[in-house]
């Protein structure tokens, strides 16, 4: 509900943006180049999951995981090396490095610098040509919505009470895993399963249809097969039905072909 005890700013705009992930900043830059009046609502991070939970930090947790493997693969080319050990801390802070070095480019300052005027607020639609937030009002003659996603949380028995990771967890947890347990065989659960697996730890992708099952089959068995090879752990046709945990330990339950199967996890 819009709180009418706090001083309200009016604004006019040609363009209101609401969301600076990458679609949104991408907007609005492109409207301010034009000479737009553009006014841009962010209410948590600048840059969204891009830069903060998803692109940047996945990329470079990938990048720390093919370093550790290529260390693994040297004796191939005759370059004898020590087995690579993983320094998480060291490892996230590479990855928080990767987000700090971009984050100028989708800051508040460069866009403000563009002459768009940012405002750091939950925003709401009071009717089709206004959009109003805690101290704003802001009446546009053309609104974008690039609101961007959440990750799903699946209603599975036990999950909700059980310490889960999402992507906005996963690339500051305070440990390694021992074992990863990866509901979703997409691009995202296999590229993490890649990465925390060449990086030492041991994983298992749950999935209940086909891994990589929206790719080409051909290329997707391709993907899989050296996934495989370098030790992930992969159940396809496995159906998550239930979640326990005790102690800090997960316990994943998984039908298949009319039988359950148990995976613990860290």
Not at 126 to 135: G, K, L, Q, V, W
Not at 157 to 180: K, Q, R, V
């Amino acid at each position: 509900m819009h709180d009418t005890k706090l001083p309200i700013t009016d604004y006019k705009a040609d363009l209101v943006v609401i969301g600076a992930g990458s679609g949104g900043l991408s907007a609005a830059a492109g409207a301010a180049m034009f000479g737009l009046k553009v006014v841009l609502y962010e209410k948590h991070e600048m840059g969204g999951d891009c830069l903060n939970y998803g692109c940047v930090p996945s990329k470079a947790l990938l990048s720390a995981a093919k370093a550790a493997q290529s260390a693994r693969d040297a004796g191939k080319f005759g370059v004898n090396v020590a087995a690579p050990t993983t320094d998480w801390n060291a490892v996230k802070a590479h990855v928080r490095h990767a987000i700090d070095t971009i984050a100028p480019v989708d800051s508040q300052e460069r866009f403000e610098g563009l002459g768009v005027t940012v405002i750091r607020e939950a925003a709401s639609f009071a009717d089709p040509d206004t959009i109003i937030s805690a101290t704003t009002r802001t009446r546009a003659r053309r609104i974008v919505v690039a609101t961007g996603s959440t990750a799903f949380i699946p209603p599975i028995e036990g999950l909700a009470d059980a310490p889960y990771l999402t992507n906005e967890t996963i690339f500051s947890m305070p440990d390694f895993p021992e074992h990863l347990v990866i509901l979703g065989g997409g691009p995202i659960g296999m590229e993490m399963a890649q990465a925390f697996t060449r990086l030492g730890g041991k994983t298992t992708v749950i999935e209940m249809g086909r891994a990589l099952g929206k790719s080409d089959p051909a290329h997707a068995a391709v993907a899989i097969g050296a996934l495989r090879d370098e030790g992930v752990t992969l159940l396809e046709g496995h159906k998550a039905v239930r979640v326990s945990s005790d102690g800090g330990r997960i316990k994943v339950h998984a039908e298949h072909a009319g039988d359950t199967k148990v995976i613990e996890g860290s």
